[in-house]
Each structure stands twice: as C-alpha cells, then as structure tokens.
C-alpha cells in the first residue's frame, strides 16, 4: 500500500458562516490536491470542522438547541460549501464524530501515562469570550486588557496541562535542520524567533465539565473536557486512524475503522493554515505528535489573510465578501481564479470589487476566453471543425508552460504558476493576431498556412485545459468538450504537444467567460 500524499486544511469553527478567508485556504488546498492528483500522486485531501466550545455551546443555547443539533444544522452549510467550492476533499471531519473522540482520548491517555500532563491551581485573570487564561504579559501598556477579550474576570481553578517547558530546545534545532518545515521562510523565522525569546509555558489543555461541558472528557478525569487545541489538532490523525492509517493506529488503538479499507496517511505532507494559527501548528502540535511517540508532519503551509477594501472583514461592520454570492455572480472559477492569481500564499491580501472586475475582462474573458473562443470558432468556420495536420509553431511555448507549471506546482507556487500559464496564454492570443488567420482564410492560395495556425491554437487551448485543471476545474472539463475530448483533462502528463491527432472532429465552441459590460 503507498502512502498517500495527505493534506490539510485548518477545520474551521462551526458557529457562524463561511466566509472569504475560509474559502480562500479551502481553495489553495484544492488546487495543490488536484494538482498531485494530475501529476501522478495518490491524494487524501481532508477538510472539516471544530465544534466544541464554550462559544458553541453559548450559541446553541442562545437558539435553544442542544449543541449537537446546532452543530448538525450548521456542519449540513458548511458541507453545502464545500460542493459549491468544488473541493475534491476525501473525507470531511467533525470533531464531534466518534471516529474523532476515540482517537483524542487515547492520545491524550498516551501522553498522561508518560507524565506529560499533570493537574494544577491557576490562579489569574481569564477571558470568558476567548476561553483563554491571560497573564500579566497580555496587558496593554495602561495596564488593561485588549478589548478583544472581553469582560476579564480573576479566576481560581484546577486544570490539567501540558508540559512545555523541556521541549524546546529540541524543536528550534528541529526547525533549523528543516527549513521546509514552515513555509514561507518569514514564518518559519517568525516561528524560531519565538522560541529562541520565550520561554514555553505549559499549555493548559483542559476545562472543568461544570463550566464547559461541550467538549471531550478527558479519559483519565470525567469532571474536565478536553480544551480546543488538544481536541482539534487530533483531526489529522483521528481521520488517518479511522481509515486504519498504521502509523497512527500502531500507537494510538483505534476500534472504530474497517481494516479492510486500510489506508496510508500519516504523516501529512501539507498542513495549509492561516498565519493566526502558526504557534498552534508549529509549536504545540509537533510537541504532541513527539509526546504520543509520532512523526511531524512534513510541512505547514502559512498563508496570510484577506481584507476587503483594505479594512479587516468583519461581520459587525458589514466590511464581507461573500464568497457564495460571487460565485452565484461570477462563476466559481471566476473567483477560484482571482484569489489565486491576485494572492500568494504568504503575505496578505486584499479584495477589492474593482480588482475582481478587471481580472474577469482583461484576463478570463478577453484573455483566456477569447482565446479558445476565436480559435474554436475559426477551425469550425474555416475547417467545419476537422483538425489539420499537426505543425509545431507554438510547441516549445507550450513546453515552456508546461515544465515552469509542473515545476511550480511541485513547489505550491499557484500564483507563478498562472502567470506561466497566462505567458501561454498572452503568446497564442498575439499569434492570432500576428498570423491573422480570418485574412489568411480570404485567399485560397494561403489554405496551407492556414491550416498550421488552426493546428497550432488548437493544440494550444487543449494543452491550456491540462495546465489549468487544477485551477480552473470546471473551465478546463468545459475546453476539453468544445474540443471534442471525453474525458478530463486531469492528467499532467497529457500536456505534451501533439496529442490532438489529424481529423478529429471538435464540439461546439461556446463562450467560458461572457463580458459582463456593465
Ligand atoms: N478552529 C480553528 C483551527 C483549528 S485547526 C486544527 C480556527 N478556525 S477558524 O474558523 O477561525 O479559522 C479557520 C482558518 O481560516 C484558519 O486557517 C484561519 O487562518 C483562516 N482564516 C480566517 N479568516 C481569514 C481571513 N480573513 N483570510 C484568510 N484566512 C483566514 O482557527
């Protein structure tokens, strides 16, 4: 059995709905998953949610529904979602399955019988909205908290926590050896900063029942629930556990998959997250993988976040992008395009409804679009549609986009990767132009010429459809039907010049990208 190339996003919390920064880390996982799949690999690509909490069990409350069926009603959305996105996601994890819950327990009874967890008084200030502990370190400088936080009370209680404190020193020089492990490397510095200043407290990992009780008992002391991190971070393996992944299952028994469907998962080649969550992923998760005795994964992928119109998004004031909305407008690959090609995975972005526009004219629809547009509609008007013989003008433009796009896709360098793409793009659309088949057509002693360039832009928008698969899923199926082809174009390797043969008959050329002139 091969192990599967496993990636991740981040579950998100289930309270509220999708937005923007949801779909956009939805969207850049999707495309590295297609994009190994195109390549060759076998992929397991797992997408989910959180859902316990105090803030989910505050919100059920306030609607006067139990917690799991709040959490029912809003998992059937978020779900709903990722079909709308087009996700090829495997498998879609809820912390509240059983599958999820058994695997948390036994990891955190592993790490409890190696002494790694022990119960303590805290005794300090703690904030209710963010169910988190503050100390002295996150006042502001006149000596209040961050209105963040919300009301900050004093509180006295026993918890359970996690030992830190000697696992430091061990992970900087982890991080140092693996300069691929945090991706960018202005993370991966942030991360090293951050240990090489501070010293690692020990994470406190539980909550009393009696306040919290949505959440996972902790198997060794039924009056506490698991607090979040410990229970959420667990998603990567439980999944792998319940599809009999024997990496996790050897350490971490699990009684709830069918080992006939054993699959090879751990350890995660990809974990995509926001910049929020780096410490949580970089820091405290490798630190439980070592105490349960498994492998880090290989990377965590750190993408920046969105704004819109360069302010914060933001429910309250009304300052969203809904992503549901534009792709009801726009198209889904009209917005799977834009986040890619207007955003790196690293820095921040901004959506602006202006930039939307003009990526949609100038490069779908008047780039992309026309391209396969005029050329289709040339080779059904000058050739009733039949292919010519194959000629290599435009071949080695076509390899150039071809090898710069694998080797960028290896690398998860999407935005690169469409500007490679639209160099191809750009090239064909002037060769229309420079060749200017619709004069060539007028003078018959031109009909061999003619022919060549019909080949070429042809043979073009069929290799484009293989490049932008990954991308642009449902553009690409949709060339490849105006091209005559069955099937998807989702297989790299077919991007290699020549493979449309003499004679075939294309479809009918409809537009992908209609102008929208208003
Ligand atoms: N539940 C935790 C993650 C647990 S992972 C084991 C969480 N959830 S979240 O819903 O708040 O965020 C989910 C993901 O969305 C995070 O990676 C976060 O960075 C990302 N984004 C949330 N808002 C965003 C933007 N405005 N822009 C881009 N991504 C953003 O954190």
């Given amino acids: 059995m091969n192990k599967r ?33 195109s390549l060759g ?12 909490g105090q803030k989910v069990q505050q919100a059920a409350q306030a609607e006067g529904k139990s917690p799991q069926v ?24 809820r912390t509240t399955q059983a599958r999820h819950k058994e695997i948390v327990q036994a990891g955190l009874a592993k790490v409890f019988s190696a002494g790694q967890i022990y119960k303590r008084t805290y005794e300090g200030f703690y904030s209710t909205r963010e169910e988190t502990f503050l100390t002295d370190k996150d006042r502001l400088p006149d000596g209040t908290f961050d209105p963040s936080y919300g009301e900050v009370i004093k509180l006295k209680e026993e918890n359970y926590f996690f030992k830190l404190g000697e696992q430091q020193q061990w992970l900087i020089e982890y991080l140092e050896k693996n300069p691929s492990f ?11 900063g951050f240990l090489k200043n501070n010293t690692l407290e020990d994470l406190c990992i539980s909550r009393p029942a009696a306040r919290l009780n949505w959440g996972i008992p902790l198997p060794f002391d039924k009056d506490y629930v698991t607090y979040v991190w410990f229970d959420a971070l667990v998603n990567y393996i439980s999944i792998p556990a319940s599809h009999g992944d024997a990496t996790v299952t050897g350490v971490l028994h ?23 969550i780096v410490k949580f992923h970089a820091v405290y998760w490798p630190i439980m993988l070592k105490a349960m005795g498994l492998p880090l994964p290989k990377q965590i992928l750190v993408h920046g976040w969105w704004q819109k119109d360069g302010a914060k998004i933001s429910k309250s004031t009304g ?16 917005f799977r395009f834009y986040v890619l090609r207007e955003l790196d995975i690293g820095p921040d972005g901004n959506w602006t409804d202006a930039g939307f526009k003009s990526r949609y004219q100038a490069e779908l629809a008047n780039g992309l679009g026309n391209l396969i547009n005029r050329s289709l509609s040339m080779l059904k008007r000058y050739r009733g549609g039949v292919v010519p013989a194959r000629h290599d003008e435009l071949a080695a433009n076509a390899a150039k986009a071809a090898d710069e796009t694998r080797a960028l896709l290896k690398q998860n360098q999407l ?19 420079q060749t200017a088949p619709f004069k060539l057509a007028k003078d018959p002693v031109q009909a061999e010429r003619l022919d060549e360039v019909l080949y070429n832009l042809t043979e073009t928008c069929r290799v484009l459809a293989v490049l932008l698969q990954p991308f642009l899923p449902g553009t690409a199926v949709k ?25 075939h008959k294309i479809g009918d050329p409809a537009p992908l990208f209609p102008r929208k002139d208003a």
């Fill in 182 to 192: 945090v991706q960018p490397d202005y993370r991966r510095n942030e991360v090293l």
């Fill in 415 to 433: 935005q690169s990767a469409l500007q490679s793409i639209w160099g191809l793009v750009t090239r064909a659309n002037q060769y229309v132009d």
């Fill in 70 to 93: 709040y959490c029912d009603q809003l998992a059937a959305d978020w779900q709903a979602f990722a079909k709308k996105l087009e996700l090829t996601n495997d498998d879609f994890v």
């Fill in 41 to 52: 690999e076998e992929v397991f690509f797992l997408t989910g949610l959180d859902e316990h």
């Fill in 254 to 276: 699990s009684t709830l998959h069918t080992p006939h469907s054993a699959l090879s998962l751990w350890p995660a080649n990809i974990h995509v997250i926001g910049k929020d």
């Fill in 479 to 503: 060339i490849y039907a105006q091209l005559g082809l069955a099937g998807a174009p989702d297989k790299f390797s077919d991007a290699s010049w020549g493979g449309l043969p003499a004679r």
């Fill in 319 to 334: 300052n969203i992008v809904d992503p549901v909305a534009v792709i009801d407008e726009w198209g889904l690959d009209a």
């Fill in 5 to 37: 190339f496993y990636i991740t996003t981040a579950i998100d919390y289930v309270n509220g709905q999708p937005h923007l920064g949801h779909a956009y880390e939805k969207v850049v996982t999707d495309v590295i998953a297609r994009s190994r799949r």
